[in-house]
T-cell receptor, first 116, second 113 residues
Framework: DTGVSQDPRHKITKRGQNVTFRCDPI?????LYWYRQTLGQGPEFLTY????????KSRLLSDRFSAERPKGSFSTLEIQRTEQGDSAMYLC??????????????FGEGSRLTVL | DAKTTQPPSMDCAEGRAANLPCNHS???????VYWYRQIHSQGPQYIIH???NNETNEMASLIITEDRKSSTLILPHATLRDTAVYYC??????????????FGQGTELSVKP
């Protein structure tokens, strides 16, 4: 399968612990996006990268959240000192570019986080 | 990016056409209309997009009104596997733009036997 892959698919953690999610985009896609989705809501934009540069961060991305894409390939999203409100599905997407014909986002299956 | 308005839910009989409406009255001239869907427990999936002309692909048809203030996604022969949340999104599609999608609440389509 050459789609967007995310790991782990499910994570259960205790409040206060740190968690890290990994996203492997479709190869040759230079844009990578992170979204968060809570039950019954549409996905909410968190941040995006063009190659290794993080170009935009949402207000939703508090100081406890950090995302990296060190070599312009895979990306990690780390949440420090998790809170119960962080429980959500974390979705990763990638695109070839942003123009018509290249800007369609391809999403992974998501990483579901449960904070106890 | 402009906002969209969609009905929260719709039902459709299997084998019939599903027509999902979307209002985007504040759309700008350089904004496209995109449709994505999300089947339960999966990531969103791209369906189709258009600027001002009607578009058709193997999944669906997109009808955009002449004034571009609304559009309709048509699934010509809905199957049970089309049960999903459908999102209508408007955004600028240009190589020098961010490219992010801003999702609303979408329409939950239930296809019934």
């Amino acid at each position: 399968d050459t789609g967007v892959s995310q790991d782990p698919r499910h994570k259960i953690t205790k409040r206060g612990q740190n968690v890290t999610f990994r996203c492997d985009p479709i190869s040759e896609h230079n844009r990578l996006y992170w979204y968060r989705q809570t039950l019954g809501q549409g996905p909410e934009f968190l941040t995006y990268f063009q190659n290794e540069a993080q170009l935009e961060k949402s207000r939703l991305l508090s100081d406890r959240f950090s995302a990296e894409r060190p070599k312009g390939s895979f990306s990690t999203l780390e949440i420090q000192r998790t809170e119960q409100g962080d429980s959500a599905m974390y979705l990763c997407a990638s695109s070839l570019g942003a123009g018509v014909g290249t800007g369609e986002l391809f999403f992974g299956e998501g990483s579901r986080l449960t904070v106890l | 990016d402009a906002k969209t308005t969609q009905p929260p839910s719709m039902d459709c009989a299997e084998g019939r056409a599903a027509n999902l409406p979307c209002n985007h009255s504040t759309i700008s001239g350089n904004e496209y209309v995109y449709w994505y869907r999300q089947i339960h427990s999966q990531g969103p999936q791209y369906i189709i997009h258009g600027l001002k002309n009607n578009e058709t692909n193997e999944m669906a048809s997109l009808i955009i009104t002449e004034d571009r203030k609304s559009s309709t996604l048509i699934l010509p022969h809905a199957t049970l596997r089309d049960t999903a949340v459908y999102y209508c999104i408007v955004r600028v599609a240009a190589y020098n733009q961010g490219g992010k999608l801003i999702f609303g609440q979408g329409t939950e389509l239930s296809v019934k036997p």
